[in-house]
Structure formats: C-alpha cells, structure tokens
C-alpha cells in the first residue's frame, strides 16, 4: 500500500512539474512573439522616419521648406489622433476621413514644392517602390533556395501573403476593435498564415522555414 501511494506521489510530482514546464515555455513563447512584434513596429516606424529624411535631401529642401513640411506632417499625425480616438466611426467612414487627411497632406506638400522638386519626389517614390519590390523577391528567392520550392508553391506562397498583409491591414484599421482585440485577432491570423502552409509545403520544407524563422528570431533578440 505504501509503494503505491508513493507510486502516486511520484507520479503526481511529475505530472505538475510537467505542467509548469509547460505553461513557462509557453509563457516564453508568448513573451519572445510581443518582443518581436514590438522590435519589427520599432524597424517599421524607424525606416519610415530614415525614409523621410533621404526625400528631404534628396529634394534639397530649404531651411524654409523643411519647417514646413514638419509642421504639414506634424498636423497630420494630430489629426489621425484625433481620428482614432472617435469610436462613433464605422470603418468605412474612418478610412474615407484617413484619406481625406491623406489627400490634404499630399495637396499642401505638393504646394510646398518646386516642379523639380515634385518630379524628384516621384522619382524617388519610383525608387524605393523598386527597392522594396526588389526586397521581397530576395526574400522568396531565398526561400526558394532553402526550401525547394516548386512553381506552383512559389505562387501560391506570394498569393498567401497578399492575403495575409490585406487582413492585417483591415484588422489594424478597423476602427470597431479595441487594441487588445487588434492584438487577439493579428495573433489569431498569424497563427491561420502558419497553419496554411501546411496545405502546400511538405513536412521537409516546414521543418526547414520553422529554422528560419527561429534564426532570424534569434538574430534580432
């Protein structure tokens, strides 16, 4: 009898403390997935202020020029501010209200600007869209080479993340949403990207993106 209940002991000991392994990897998991999405919402915000600095040499604005294209972009940003804080807005009503923000910001920059200078702005508009064009087709040539894709998973890989970026984009916008309830739903939609996968690529190919991704994980830690 007493072997047994010790028996039950030892078991219970080992169950719990599986359990609690259990809940703290989890717990890391979760911890490591906020840090990067906080680290990759601090790249995103820092390239678009580096961004903004290289038009304006790019331009040659004057002294004057760049005052007041701050204080344009500075008028925006409170006013989008003052967007989001209005939950009486449907989405459709939000995103059309954004892009008449959007649409006044472009009409005073252009009114800012010389006719050379707004042709260099296209110019370099043209540019940086070909450098990120350029970016994302290194990314799916490398995972081409990694994983061994075929045609039609490469197609089909580029057709997921369209889609993928669209919901996100809606899901951010959504006006309905709390933050909490933007940060459920993205979690949840990275999650249904994840699980997609397994539709096209072999067991081999996700084995060998789950190695990427926890790289390059680790390489921005």
Do not use: C, W
């Not at 669209?166 to 940060?183: P, W």
């Not at 994840?194 to 096209?200: E, I, L, Q, V």
């Not at 690529?201 to 680790?218: D, G, I, V």
Request: charged share 35%; aromatic share 4%; proline share 0%.
């Amino acid at each position: 009898m007493r072997k047994i209940l010790l028996g039950l002991i030892a078991i219970a000991t080992i169950t719990f403390s599986a359990d609690a392994q259990i809940k703290r990897n989890n717990a890391e998991k979760q911890n490591h997935s906020e840090k990067q999405n906080h680290a990759n919402m601090g790249r995103s915000k820092h390239a678009e202020k580096m961004n903004h600095h290289r038009m304006d040499d790019k331009l040659n604005l004057t002294e004057a020029q760049r005052q007041q294209m701050k204080s344009i972009n500075m008028d925006f940003k409170n006013r989008m501010q003052e967007l989001k804080k209005n939950d009486n807005l449907t989405v459709k009503e939000f995103n059309a209200k954004k892009q008449v923000l959007m649409q006044e910001r472009k009409q005073k920059t252009q009114a800012l600007l010389t006719s050379e200078q707004k042709n260099q702005m296209k110019q370099f508009k043209k540019e940086q869209s070909g450098k990120r064009d350029m970016e994302s087709g290194k990314k799916m040539e490398k995972l081409n080479t990694n994983l061994g894709l075929s045609n039609d998973q490469v197609a089909k890989m580029k057709a997921q993340k369209e889609l993928y970026e669209s919901k996100a984009e809606a899901i951010r916008n959504n006006k309905s949403l709390s933050d909490e309830q933007k940060k459920e739903q993205l979690k949840a939609l990275k999650e249904q990207r994840k699980n997609s996968f397994k539709s096209f690529l072999t067991p081999e190919q996700l084995q060998k993106l789950e190695a990427m991704k926890n790289k390059r994980s680790m390489k921005t830690s």
